[in-house]
């Protein structure tokens, strides 16, 4: 079974960067288009960056420049830099295939606040 674990969330002021880590057990994630997402509550789930298996990135305009997107195959696990951190970007950041294919974590809590 695919288990997908989250962290390094926390509470930032603006303008602050933060790590976010995603360890995967059950499947080699580097065979799959991975992603973060992000989801406040009463809204629809978003997608924030991606990585193909050759490590491509893209990301949703809303966080181009600011976020990267990361790998590391050795130790089966992704990476999410955020920097310049924006009040509207406080959500709960998930990892998982660009799709949502794997059974969703729990996710971690981003809280962008002065």
């Known amino acids: 079974q695919v288990q997908l674990v989250e962290s390094g969330g926390g509470l930032v002021q603006p303008g602050g960067s933060l790590r976010l880590s995603c360890a995967a057990s059950g499947t080699i994630i580097s065979s799959y288009l991975m992603g973060w997402h992000r989801q406040t509550p009463g809204k629809q789930r978003e997608l924030v960056a991606t990585i193909t298996s050759s490590s491509s990135t893209t990301y949703a305009d809303s966080v181009k420049g600011r976020f990267t997107i990361s790998r590391d195959n050795a130790k089966n696990m992704m990476y999410l830099q955020m920097s310049s951190l924006k009040p509207e970007d406080t959500a709960v950041y998930y990892c998982?295939?660009?799709?949502?294919?794997?059974?969703w974590g729990q996710g971690t809590q981003v809280t962008v606040s002065s």
């Open positions: 998982n295939t660009k799709n949502g294919v794997f059974n």
